[in-house]
């Protein structure tokens, strides 16, 4: 039986002053290798994406002082969090980028079962990819309910006729269910290769169908959307 795929989501927020990014992704730069290697095999960073509230919308009121950086790993174990948590305290550039972060989230998720990795595990964001659009839901209970949410999310993710994709342009590389915080709060994080990305007549479009309607809490409103910028730190920029 293949392993669940799990993954760590993390939102770093820094100061929103240029010298900064540029210091904070030199340091990710630094590290990057370093995390994917040793001493813990297994952990792969899947999206690295950043967010400035000046430059791209969300359901959130701005905080127009912080820059975020958004972090997803795909990890093979858990447990190794802590370990690995304690080799870098004892890094220099991680005790040095760590100083930077004013505000810090780390999430524990698990894949669903429309999650593109599921069934290609060599699947990646699609390159050209110029946002990101983040979503946040709080379900019901009702499995039934959930069910019908789960198979139109399927269709959605799988049909390249799916207004997501045919109108808006959104594709989704990525849907998951908290296992830490609040339970039955879903993530789906879609990307897009245009310009001039649609978000809220995607967001429109998606609670217009009442398998969304019937499974989010709070209506409309309970929905949490954002707009990612993508970033690598492989190249330095």
Do not use: C
Request: glycine share 4%; charged share 25%.
């Amino acid at each position: 039986m293949p392993l669940p795929v799990r993954y760590l989501q993390v939102v770093l927020d820094i100061s929103d002053n240029d010298h900064q990014g540029r210091m904070f992704e030199h340091y990710m730069h630094e590290l990057l290798p370093t995390f994917m290697e040793k001493p813990w095999p297994g952990w792969e960073l899947f999206l690295s994406a950043q967010r400035t509230p000046s430059r791209v919308p969300s359901t959130e009121p701005d905080d127009r002082d912080y820059k975020s950086y958004l972090h997803i790993w795909r990890l093979r174990d858990y447990n190794s969090l802590p370990y690995l948590m304690e080799y870098f305290d004892d890094d220099e550039v991680y005790r040095n980028l760590n100083a930077m972060v004013l505000r810090e989230t780390q999430e524990l998720t698990g894949a669903m079962v429309y999650n593109p990795q599921n069934n290609m595990p060599s699947f990646r964001p699609p390159e050209g990819t110029r946002f990101f659009l983040y979503t946040e839901m709080n379900m019901v209970q009702s499995p039934e309910v959930l069910s019908e949410y789960r198979t139109f999310m399927i269709d959605a993710a799988n049909d390249p006729s799916s207004p997501l994709s045919e109108a808006f342009d959104w594709r989704m590389v990525q849907g998951t269910y908290s296992q830490t915080g609040r339970l039955r709060r879903y993530i789906t994080i879609f990307s897009t290769s245009s310009p001039l990305p649609q978000a809220q007549e995607a967001i429109d479009w998606l609670f217009e169908q009442p398998e969304v309607q019937n499974a989010v809490v709070g209506g409309k409103d309970g929905i949490v959307w954002k707009l990612y910028e993508p970033i690598s730190y492989l190249n330095e920029q």
